[in-house]
């Protein structure tokens, strides 16, 4: 961990205690009255090295500059790259924190990842608006067997074996993450596979470019992180984005609640549980032993006022039970 430097003075405070303790012949003029310092009066100084998920990348640039507001003296130096660079990072202490939108192994454990959740947040998938079979899928919606022919066993082939229409010979062309991805492990998860290996598709680098690639592909299929396929200005899809229905109940038809046109839409199914898990997960930042000094009060913002910002961002706060957890597991 790097050096953090803390300054805090309270002479007059001190001196005054100072002063009672010892006595004096003659009375002292009564001391002023101390007060309490703001919670922004210490200047912490240091810089905060962060990588990983995309997925919790454009929450973390809030939480940074939300904090350095709070103190000025702190820099941050953010940056994406995917979970897996995350993990790989702060075990090699290249960074101070790694974002990691993924459950943490075992062996990452043995190897002295300490991780606490911040938000949940949810893996969608996504195809071009301009699919040819569009309409029929946001009618109909695409069951969880059928995600596992597509992305898993590759049984399934053509668009119109998705809707029922053998006539419509389109082949469904697969993309998935490249890099190691928390978002991909979710995914595979929920479609019948273990790990993000098992997914069968062209690889794409990077979580902006998978979305952009199925955007521009009329038959292509992929997945992405709620941050990347919502627009958060508008609260819409991104343009070019749809997130065909997840028909959850298998009844072959789009019920209320499966069809998410919205960022607030999606939100919403997370936060009650309404969308399922795996894909659904929670969003860890992981350290190399338990964090200490001005990292280790940055997280503990995040877990308290920082949990405020989450919702305006497309992201579901932790609950309350979930909150003290993760900030028991700090102390």
């Known amino acids: 961990m790097k050096k953090i430097s803390f300054t805090l003075i309270s002479t007059l405070v001190l001196l005054s205690m100072f002063l009672s303790a010892c006595g004096s012949a003659t009375p002292a003029a009564p001391a002023a009255p101390a007060t309490a310092a703001p919670a922004n009066a210490a200047s912490y100084k240091g810089t905060i ?28 130096d953010v940056q994406g790259g995917g979970a897996g660079k995350g993990m790989t990072d702060a075990l090699s202490g290249a960074v101070d924190i790694g974002m990691v939108s993924r459950s943490i192994a075992p062996e990452e454990i043995s190897k002295g990842a300490f991780w606490v959740s911040v938000t949940k947040d949810a893996v969608f998938p996504v195809i071009s608006a301009n699919n040819p079979v569009v309409k029929d899928i946001l009618a109909k919606g695409i069951s969880q067997d059928t995600f596992k022919k597509i992305f898993i ?42 790990v993000q290996g098992d997914i069968k598709g062209v690889g794409v680098n990077g979580e902006p470019a998978l979305v952009d690639t199925v955007i521009k592909d009329p038959l292509g299929i992929g997945y992405s ?3 990347s396929v919502f627009d958060v200005t508008s609260g819409g899809l991104v343009a070019g984005a749809v997130v065909p229905p997840v028909d959850i109940d298998k009844n072959g038809q789009v019920d209320p609640g499966e069809y998410y046109k919205s960022m607030a839409d999606a939100v919403s199914a997370v936060s009650s549980g309404k969308y399922p898990s795996p894909p659904s997960r929670f969003e860890n930042l992981v350290t190399k032993g338990k964090p200490d000094g001005l990292v280790k009060l940055f997280i503990e913002w995040i877990l308290t006022d920082g949990q405020k910002d989450l919702s305006q961002a497309g992201y579901v706060p932790l609950t309350p039970d979930q909150q003290a957890e993760s900030l028991a597991k700090l102390k």
């Open 49 to 76: 090295g962060i990588s990983g998920a995309f997925a919790l990348y454009p929450m973390m640039t809030v939480w940074a500059d939300e904090f350095k507001k709070l103190h000025p003296d702190v820099q941050f």
């Open 153 to 194: 066993t590759g049984e399934i082939k053509t668009w119109g074996e998705v809707v029922g229409k053998p006539e419509i010979k389109d082949t469904i062309n697969v993309y998935t993450r490249s890099d190691s991805a928390g978002a991909g492990e979710m995914w595979a998860k929920f479609s019948g596979g273990k």
């Open 225 to 227: 992180n709620l941050n």
